[in-house]
DNA sequence: AAACGCAGCAACCGCCCGTAC
DNA sequence: GGTACGGGCGGTTGCTGCGTT
């Protein structure tokens, strides 16, 4: 049976509000409030129209200190940095921006912001093309670099535009790519929220593109594995991401091999037992570059931009993703530089913490074969973060809560109720916290463990129609709505 | 001046989620 | 636990105004 519709609709008005309509349901909201039910304010005060329609109406036009158009700068660059973040959740952004509505944003992002970004990325092809053909004269005339002068000849012949990385030896190359490995295609969100990354997560002019050709100026080296043609995983599989589940995040795509950081991505989706995820590795965003990269300065080349190779070259016949070869170029540990990681994790999977002493759960979103999207809420620097999580989160002391069974768990544990633990994993269903040493939970948000549970496709089975629809229930409680993160007390616990 | 194309934006649609019963 | 319902949200549509030809 389909649901009702909410009004009759062939009895309401609809196109745009009159001014007669406005002031109607402007006056009767300001004296009387929405009463809680939308559906019924219409009939109340006469009009015809939808109560969904009132609601928008109020919401976006109509309610008080709404501010229309004049973006500043740096709401533009508190969208982009949100948009890495989160992705296109406009309403958490909007809460963000005082005075801004959800549909505003959605609507600037979509006409204006996005342009302007892809144009920023034009010039910044153009800019790297033309470096790089320089250098590729360069190493034409001094004979080439380790007998591969002729690969990078290939790579322009084989397309002009892809000189984006001229100094990169060739790699192996799989047989069929990513769509945008062969293509730079802007028309999604990972791709735009990708660009982003790239650009620092920022328009404004401090960090333009030439900054961005200077600040590669350090050759970076991941210590990134390699996983082979079989997809077999050089190291324990309880602590990778298995490689279908990446790869559809990325490209939507299945690939053949993958990159795999050491730290920070967990068997989510895995069929393994459970990691303990309170063990996460709580690191900063510097820290996290200098954990995960390895800085080589003697592979700088003449136009200041890093050399990668062998550690990308793995096993026979492995090859990175054109994203990590970009984030490794963008991602060294230079201070200045930090800005640059900021949204990394987007690319790691959804366990990098970032963490002052405050939590960061980790971030999910329709969790299911090969479905985990989004990542931590990130700011634009590390002030810039902090600020925001001091806004965001409680200023108690914040500690995340282990459970009493949960054999591995650094963090204080405590036996829960049966009524608040997972039927599956016997872990709690969200995440509790401890606020000044009481358990509390943060409404909404996800316990890595539960995601695990809900996600493991060893549970339901193969992924069938029938299946993600079990899956999509069960993973209801792993959403996530960071931002409106509001400690509640935990029932049945002290 | 008219036709056309395009950008911007308000509004709608339909799905999803939380919650009350 | 299942169902119904209202609210919320993101994606899309279509209208309007402006610029160009």
């Known amino acids: 049976m389909g649901r009702a519709p909410c009004c009759d609709k062939a009895n309401v008005k609809r196109g745009p509000w009159s001014p007669e309509e406005d002031a109607k349901l402007k006056s009767y909201i300001e004296q009387h409030g929405t009463g809680g039910n939308w559906i019924a304010l219409p009939q109340k005060i006469g009009l015809k129209r939808c109560g969904k329609s009132c609601r928008l109406r109020w919401l976006n036009y109509l309610r008080p200190n709404i501010k229309h158009g004049g973006f500043s700068e740096e709401e533009d660059n508190i969208i982009c940095s949100l948009y890495i973040s989160i992705g296109s959740r406009w309403s958490i952004i909007a809460a963000q921006l005082p005075g801004r509505t959800d549909n505003d944003i959605k609507n600037y992002w979509n006409t204006r912001l996005k342009k302007k970004l892809l144009g920023r990325q034009r010039k910044e092809h153009q800019l790297a093309r033309k470096s790089g053909l320089v250098k590729q004269d360069i190493i034409k005339r001094s004979g080439g670099v380790g007998g591969n002068s002729n690969s ?3 790579i322009l012949a084989a397309d002009g535009q892809n000189s984006y990385w001229p100094e990169l030896p060739v790699l192996a190359v799989p047989t069929v790519l990513p769509q945008q490995q062969q293509q730079p295609c802007f ?10 990354i790239k650009l620092g997560g920022r328009f404004s002019s401090n960090h333009d593109t030439n900054q961005a050709t200077q600040d590669s100026s350090t050759d970076i080296q991941p210590t990134f594995q390699v996983l082979d043609d079989n997809n077999n995983i050089p190291y324990a599989a309880t602590a990778v991401t298995p490689t279908h589940q990446m790869d559809e995040h990325y490209s939507g795509k299945n690939m053949q091999s993958l ?3 050491r730290h920070g991505i967990h068997a989510l989706n ?6 303990a995820l309170s063990n996460i590795d709580v690191i900063s965003p510097h820290q996290f570059a200098q954990t995960h990269y390895m800085v080589n300065t003697d592979n700088i080349d003449g136009a200041g931009n890093g050399i990668m190779h062998n550690m990308f070259q793995g096993q026979g016949g492995n090859y990175v993703t054109d994203q990590l070869k ?3 170029v963008y991602n060294n540990n230079n201070t200045d530089n930090q800005q640059r990681f900021d949204g990394m994790e987007y690319l790691y999977g959804d366990e990098m913490m970032i963490m002052n002493n405050r939590i960061v759960s980790s971030y999910g979103e329709s969790i299911g074969w090969g479905e985990m999207l989004g990542c931590p809420p990130v700011a634009s620097s590390s002030d810039d973060y902090n600020a925001g999580m001091d806004r965001l989160m409680p200023a108690a002391p914040v500690q995340e ?9 650094q963090t204080p544990s405590m036996a829960f109720p049966a009524s608040i633990l997972s039927p599956l994993s016997a872990t709690p269903k969200f995440p509790i916290y401890l606020f000044n040493q009481k358990p509390c939970r943060i409404r909404n948000s996800f ?4 995601v695990k549970a809900v996600s493991s496709t060893a549970q339901f089975g193969e992924p069938n129609k029938e299946n993600k629809q079990k899956l999509q229930i069960k993973s209801t409680f792993v959403k996530e709505k960071l931002w409106e993160a509001v400690p509640a007390p935990v029932k049945g616990l002290p």
């Open 326 to 328: 970009e984030m490794a």
């Open 187 to 196: 028309n999604d969100h990972a791709s735009i929220r990708k660009l982003l």
């Open 401 to 409: 809560c282990g459970f009493a069974n949960d054999q591995t768990s």
């Open 259 to 261: 990159l795999v950081p």
């Open 152 to 154: 990078h000849s290939g």
């Open 270 to 275: 895995s069929s393994s037992a459970p990691v």
């Open 447 to 450: 316990h890595p463990s539960c």
